[in-house]
């Protein structure tokens, strides 16, 4: 009975403790920023890096827009054939899914937990709030988009020299998925050190439930989940991710951040920041997909090896353009299942 009446007030006082303490304005530790989100020259951030002469954009350019909104649009960077292909992959996965055993989460279904695809019924998993997760780990091809040269000399500038590309998920419709910012979910050892890219795989229209973002929100100051700091951890945090939602909104609307939605075309790639605000738009029209592949990257500092590695100091890993891509521990049967994209030439 002690321990019954603890744990009902423990929240309680846990919140009134919060309510009543000092306000503090959270954020990133400054030390630990990447360099491009500190005060220094932009020479200086690309410095660091090689940049190939046949890099389709201005590096500079880029990375001022990307310090000023977040996030950078760049264009025509992907082979669109590619991109074909590796739909016909994970359609091809998905018809077969009970030869996978990587995982997926459909919503309504197995409690919202993440499930074997080969467990999950095929009309769940070509249905709207169907989810593929980690598909990099199966595909070879998965892993060369990810990777792909004109990514990465950007994501070298924005984050580090030494990337990973630690997670991706695959959907076929849009997620509708309401307002947040990455890092208190994707998370590594330093906070700050992450971005995303949205990899369309077909133009967006309008109606499919296009991705929508707050330019600049990056800047803006860090929710505080209670106890938990900037991080969300489930039956930690005080504050559940409906209010940190309440809170974005809020907040963009407060400094005049106006949200925009984006219509991107097969073979152009949205980069975001991890502090950017975004989510998915409604779906108007239920019959239109919005085929996409949303990989996570940080740095090997942050992320020295596989984030389900618990018994070991590193993981074994694959490595695509300098990007270290870490074998997923549990599932290491599906690694490399998926071989068309070995042969593919641009």
């Not at 229209?205 to 707050?214: C, E, V």
């Not at 991710?241 to 809020?250: M, R, V």
Request: proline content about 5%; glycine content about 6%.
């Amino acid at each position: 009975m002690v321990k019954f009446i603890k744990d009902k007030l423990r929240r309680p006082y846990h919140l009134l403790k919060h309510n009543l303490s000092e306000k503090k304005t959270l954020d990133f530790d400054y030390d630990t920023l990447p360099l491009v989100d500190k005060d220094v020259s932009l020479d200086e951030v690309i410095a660091r890096i090689d940049v190939p002469s046949d890099t389709p954009y201005d590096l500079r350019e880029k990375l001022e827009f990307w310090r000023e909104n977040g996030y950078v649009v760049l264009e025509k960077v992907l082979p669109t054939h590619w991109l074909d292909l590796f739909w016909d992959e994970v359609e091809d996965t998905i018809e077969n899914h009970d030869k996978h055993n990587a995982t997926a989460l459909v919503y309504q279904f197995n409690d919202q937990k993440p499930t074997p695809l080969k467990d999950i019924p095929k009309e769940l998993l070509n249905g709207i709030g169907a989810r593929i997760n980690d598909y990099h780990n199966s595909s070879i091809g998965a892993k060369r988009i990810m990777t792909h040269r004109h990514i990465v000399t950007f994501l070298k500038a924005a984050l580090a020299p030494e990337l990973t590309a630690f997670q991706s998920l695959v959907f076929k419709y849009s997620s509708q998925q309401s307002t947040h910012q990455d890092y208190p979910w994707v998370t590594s050892n330093i906070a700050s050190h992450l971005a995303a890219a949205w990899i369309p795989c077909e133009d967006v229209h309008a109606d499919s439930g296009p991705l929508f973002y707050y330019p600049g929100s990056h800047k803006l100051p860090k929710f505080d989940f209670g106890n938990s700091g900037i991080l969300y951890k489930q039956g930690r945090s005080l504050f559940n991710p409906d209010q940190f939602s309440e809170y974005l909104d809020k907040i963009c609307k407060k400094h005049g951040i106006e949200k925009k939605v984006l219509l991107i075309k097969k073979g152009d790639i949205l980069i975001w920041h991890g502090g950017l605000a975004h989510g998915g738009s409604r779906i108007n029209n239920s019959e239109m997909t919005r085929k996409s592949f949303v990989c996570h990257y940080s740095t090997v500092e942050a992320q020295p090896k596989h984030r389900y590695e618990h018994d070991k100091d590193s993981s074994e890993a694959n490595y695509y353009n300098g990007v270290t891509i870490y074998k997923n521990p549990t599932n290491l049967p599906d690694e490399d299942l998926v071989t068309g994209g070995k042969d593919w030439v641009e």
